[in-house]
């Protein structure tokens, strides 16, 4: 095969590859920018602020992400990550003493369970059971609010780290698009400037020794 044929081809097809992760490119670059709208626009719509720095707990103070976003509102799905994993998960483990919405549902039914035995028997400790079932019932619906709260926030946060990814995959593909494009140019340019006749890789003839 001639050379300068070789140059072309490849050449050729790097040009082609560079276009396709181009292509690629682009649609990567317009997801992300989608996700990092979407996330800043959903979460600005929720009202969100982070509480000033004067009116943070001591054990607040000790989230540097709390501390860093303090009076700040909450558009970022990085800012959303901190708010539902240092402020929600926070004052969550102190509702229940660490319960989740989950374990309160065995403390509802076993109170339950207590009053209507006690209702029966008409036990003197009547009241303060069904005292006990109204602080779990209130307990647990703080857990299921909360506890949604912080997924929708979570979620947020994950697909506010996929448009992160999407925008570095982007510059892999821009970078990886113009050494192609750079690498064609220069292969296009040296098939013109190699002359015609020119092969690749052309085996050497034979070298043949006279012995005098």
């Known amino acids: ?38 996330v800043a626009d959903q979460l600005g719509e929720q009202h969100i602020s982070f509480t000033p ?3 943070l707990s001591d ?34 483990k102190n509702i229940a003493g660490g319960k989740t919405y ?6 509802q039914s076993d109170l339950r369970a207590q009053v209507a035995k006690a209702q029966e028997t008409n036990a003197a400790n009547l009241a303060d059971l069904q005292k006990q ?26 697909f506010s780290v996929f448009g992160e ?3 570095q995959a982007v510059l892999v593909a821009f970078i ?4 192609l494009l750079l690498l064609s140019i220069a292969g296009l340019i040296h098939a013109f400037i190699t002359p015609r006749s020119k092969g690749f890789a052309v085996p050497e003839p034979d070298k ?3 012995n005098a």
């Open 165 to 167: 990814k999407a925008a």
């Open 1 to 38: 095969m001639k050379r300068r044929t070789l140059d072309i081809l490849f050449s050729t097809g790097g040009l082609v590859l560079a276009g396709l992760l181009l292509i690629v490119g682009i649609v990567l670059n317009s997801n992300a920018n989608f996700a990092k709208t979407y």
């Open 208 to 210: 043949v020794t006279v």
């Open 133 to 158: 079932l109204d602080a779990a019932n209130a307990q647990r619906d703080s857990l299921f609010k909360g506890e949604t709260l912080r997924g929708l926030l979570l979620t947020s946060y994950g």
């Open 59 to 92: 054990e607040e103070k000790k989230a540097a992400c709390l501390v860093e976003n303090a009076g700040k509102p909450l558009t970022t799905g990085k800012q959303a990550e901190c708010y539902a994993n240092e402020y929600i998960g926070l004052h969550l």
């Open 176 to 179: 990886a698009a113009g050494l």
């Open 102 to 107: 989950a374990d309160m549902g065995d403390v």
């Open 53 to 55: 720095a004067d009116q």
